[in-house]
Nanobody
Framework: QVMLVESGGGLVQAGGSLRLSCTAS??????????MGWYRQAPGKQRELVAA???????NYLDSVKGRFTISRDKPKNTVYLQMNSLKPEDTAVYYC?????????WGQGTQVTVSS
């Protein structure tokens, strides 16, 4: 079992920045994590992948956040970050951390990000 603890959400004005953090309760290496990522879900919309980073360090991003968001990780701390710059009202959502393995995955509890215009 792995727990993911998120932090860093909040209310920010358009154009502002936030950094989300997600820490796994166990070593991502020891549990053979394939990737960690951030998803988001806005009211009335489906959950979507925002950014992910593989165990090998490859990253991918939702088109609408490219150039504004950056995913990174601190392996010794079992932590992944999402730096969000130039935030827009349409980025408002609950952001969820995800850890993916070959047979299962784990989710954090979610953190609210609200961007005011």
């Amino acid at each position: 079992q792995v727990m993911l603890v998120e932090s860093g959400g909040g209310l920010v004005q358009a154009g502002g920045s936030l950094r989300l953090s997600c820490t796994a309760s166990r070593s991502t290496f020891s549990i053979n994590a394939m990737a960690m990522g951030w998803y988001r879900q806005a009211p009335g919309k489906q959950r979507e992948l925002v950014a992910a980073i593989t165990s090998g360090g490859l990253t991918n991003y939702l088109d609408s956040v490219k150039g504004r968001f950056t995913i990174s990780r601190d392996k010794p701390k079992n932590t992944v970050y999402l730096q969000m710059n130039s935030l827009k009202p349409e980025d408002t959502a609950v952001y969820y951390c995800n850890l993916a393995r070959s047979r299962d995955d784990y989710w954090g509890q979610g953190t609210q990000v609200t961007v005011s215009s």
